[in-house]
C-alpha cells in the first residue's frame, strides 16, 4: 500500500494553488513524509509560512497553521516558539521571503540558535508576483524585472545560514524527492535552528523567461547540478564548477535559545 | 493590608500595569523615549515566568507578539514613532485575524526621527488609520502615571474582550513623567480573559459568528488546529474572495467595536455643567488645559474641561451634546491640528473650533490655553 497522505491533509482543501510542474509540491509531500516519521502530533505542530506561492502550503496541512505577512514567518514562529515550548514548530516560504524582504529574520533565528526547522523553497524567482528576481537569481538571468539579465550577484543560502550560527543546513532538490524528507527529518531531530533548503523549480515565471523547453528540463537541470556533499570530497575541483553541494551540510551541537531562556528564568525565580 | 505606594516613571508604571493584566509575553526594540518600558518588562517577566525578548526590529517585535498571542498568551510591545511606523503592517495582520495584542506607543517629534527626546501628540491619526485597509482601531491616551498603570490594565482587557489589538499612547511628557503611584492589590482592577472555545475542536471554527461579533479564539497547542491568514478569510479561518462573504467579514470587524462604544469609550468631564468655553484636551496637555480652566475660573470665565480618555473610537456623542451647550471649543494639541479636526467633524458647525498646536517639543503651557480662552469668550 503507498504512503497515505490524505492523513494530514485537510480535507476539502485541494486542489492547491500550484500550476503545473511546479515543485512546491513535491516539496509537500516530502514534507508529509517527514513529520509522518517522526509521528509529530498535529495538534502540538505549528506550520508557519510568509508569502508566495510557497507560503500557501500551510492552508493544505492538517495542524497549527499560520500564514502571515511576506517575509515575517520566522518572527511570528519565534513567538509561538517562546510562548509554548513544548510546540514543534516549522517554517516554510520561498526565496524571496526567506532571505530579501525576511532576510534580516533569518539570520537573527539563526543566531539565536533557536529550536525550529525552516523549510525554503529555492526557486531562484518571486513566483506569486509573476516572476521578479530574487536576491537566489543566478547572474545573468531573466526576471520580469531583469529584462537584460541580472546583474545583481545571488546569495547562496545555505552559507548565509551557516554564517549566521545555524546549527543544522542541509540542501536538496526537488528532483531528489526521496531525499527530502529525510534532511527534513533529520532538521526535525536536530535541537536548535535547522534550515533546509530545496532547490525547486518554478516552470511558470522562470522556466519560460529562461529557455527552458519544459518542466522535465528543468528537473534534469537539479539533477544534474546537485552533487551530494559525500562525494564532493574526492572530486577534482573542475568537476564541481556549477555544481551544488546537496545533503547535510552543517551540523553542531550549541545551548538552544528557548532552553537558554528558560534556565535563566529558573535561576532569576530561584534568587527570588 | 494597604496598597503598596511607589514614586515611578510613566513608562514603568505601564509596565507594571502589564504585568498586572497578566501579560507573559514581550517582544520590542529599543527606541526613545519608550525603551523604559522593554527593559522594566525585561527584568519582570522571567520574576512571573514569563518570556521577555528583544527582537531584530520592530516589525519582528509586532510578530513574535502576535505569535504568542496565538498561543494563548497575553502580549505587549512598546515602541515610539519611527518603529509604530514600522510595525503598521503586521498591526494589521493582528486587526484581520482577530489577534489580542496591547502596543505601546510612546509620542514623540515626528515624522521620521524627528525629535527623538521631544514630546508629541501627532500619532493619533496613525493609530487610527496607519495600517492600510479597513479596520477597528482602540487608541488609550492616559494623562498621569496612575492612569498609564490602570490603562494599561485597561488596554489588555479590551484587546482580550474584543480579540484586537489595542493601542496604549502616552506623549512622552506622560511617558517620562515621575509621579507617586498606588499599586492596586489583585483583584482590585478587573483583568478580563479570552473566551475560549465552547465547542470541541471537530466543531470549532476560528470566526464563527454563531458566537456573536467577537467569536471565541482557540489557542494553538491546546488541541484545536485552525488555519490563520491575512487574506480574506470565511468563518473558517481559510481564505476566500466570495464577495458576499467578504463584505461581511469587514463589516462585522468594525461593527464588534463600533457597537461597543459605551463599553470602550472613557473620558472626564471637569466643570463643564455650566460652561461657556470647553477645551478638548488629552495627555500631558490636559493637565496644562486642567489649570488653565481654573485659572479662568477664578477671572470669572465659566470654563471647563473635556478630557479624552480613550481617543479611537473617539468620544463623538459626548462632544456633540457638548457642543450645543458651550459657546466656543478649543483643542490645544502637540501637533499641528489633529483633534481639532476630529472635533469639528462632532460639533457639526454648532460653536466655533479653535485650536492651539505645536510641534517645537515644548509642551503647551496654562498661560497659552488660558489666553486661548478668553479670546474666545
Ligand atoms: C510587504 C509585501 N511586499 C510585497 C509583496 C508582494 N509579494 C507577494 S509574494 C512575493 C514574492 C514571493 O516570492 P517567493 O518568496 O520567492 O515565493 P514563490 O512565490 O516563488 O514561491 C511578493 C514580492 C507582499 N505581499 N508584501
Ligand atoms: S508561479 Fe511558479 S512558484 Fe508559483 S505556483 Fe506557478 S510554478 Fe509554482
Known sequence: ?272 | MSNRVAFLQGNEACAHGAIYAGCRFFAGYPITPSTEVAEVMAKELPRVGGAFMQMEDEIAAMAAVIGASLTGTKVLTATSGPGFSLKQENIGYACITEVPCVIVNVMRGGPSTGMPTGPSQSDVMQARWGTHGDHPAICLVPASVQELFTETVRAFNLAEKYRTPVTVMPDEIVGHMRERIVFPEPGELEVIDRTGPTVGPDEYKPYDTRFGDVPPLASFGSGYRFHVTGLNKAEDGFPTTRAEIVQAEEERQLRKIENAVDDIVTFEEYLLDDAEVAVVAFGSIARSARYAVNQARKAGIRAGLFRIITYWPFPERQIRALSERVRAVITPEMNLGMTVHEVRRCVEGRAPVSGIFRVDGEPIGPGAIFAAIREVR
Open chain 1, 1 to 272: 500500500m503507498g504512503f497515505d497522505y490524505d492523513k494530514y491533509i485537510r480535507p476539502g482543501k485541494l486542489p492547491h494553488i500550484w500550476c503545473p510542474g511546479c515543485g512546491h509540491g513535491i516539496v509537500m509531500k516530502g514534507l508529509i513524509r517527514a513529520i509522518d516519521a517522526l509521528e509529530l502530533d498535529k495538534n502540538k505542530t505549528a506550520i508557519v509560512s510568509g508569502i508566495g506561492c510557497a507560503s500557501r502550503l500551510p492552508g493544505y496541512m492538517d495542524f497549527c497553521t499560520l500564514h502571515t505577512t511576506h517575509g515575517r514567518a520566522v518572527a511570528f514562529a519565534t513567538g509561538i516558539k517562546m510562548a509554548r515550548p513544548e510546540m514543534n514548530v516549522i517554517c516554510v516560504g520561498g526565496d524571496g521571503d526567506g532571505v530579501a524582504i525576511g532576510g534580516n529574520h533569518f539570520i537573527h533565528a539563526c543566531r539565536r540558535n533557536i529550536d525550529m526547522t525552516y523549510l525554503i523553497m529555492n526557486n531562484n524567482i518571486y513566483g506569486m508576483t509573476g516572476g521578479q528576481f530574487s536576491p537566489t537569481t543566478p547572474y545573468g538571468a531573466k526576471a520580469s524585472t531583469t529584462p537584460y539579465g541580472n546583474p545583481d550577484p545571488p546569495f547562496d543560502i545555505a552559507k548565509l545560514a551557516i554564517g549566521a550560527g545555524a546549527t543544522f543546513v542541509a540542501r536538496g532538490t526537488a528532483f531528489h524527492a526521496a531525499q527530502i524528507d529525510k534532511l527534513l527529518a533529520e532538521a526535525m531531530r536536530h535541537k536548535g535552528f535547522s534550515v533546509v533548503e530545496i532547490l525547486d523549480s518554478c516552470p511558470t515565471t522562470y522556466g519560460r523567461r529562461n529557455r527552458f523547453k519544459s518542466v522535465v528540463e528543468m528537473m534534469n537541470q537539479l539533477k544534474d547540478m546537485a552533487v551530494p556533499v559525500t562525494a564532493a570530497d574526492k572530486m577534482p575541483a573542475e568537476q564541481l564548477r556549477g555544481k551544488v553541494l546537496t545533503g547535510i551540510l552543517y551540523k553542531e551541537s550549541k545551548p538552544e535559545y528557548v532552553e537558554e531562556y528558560r534556565k535563566l528564568v529558573e535561576r532569576v525565580r530561584a534568587e527570588g
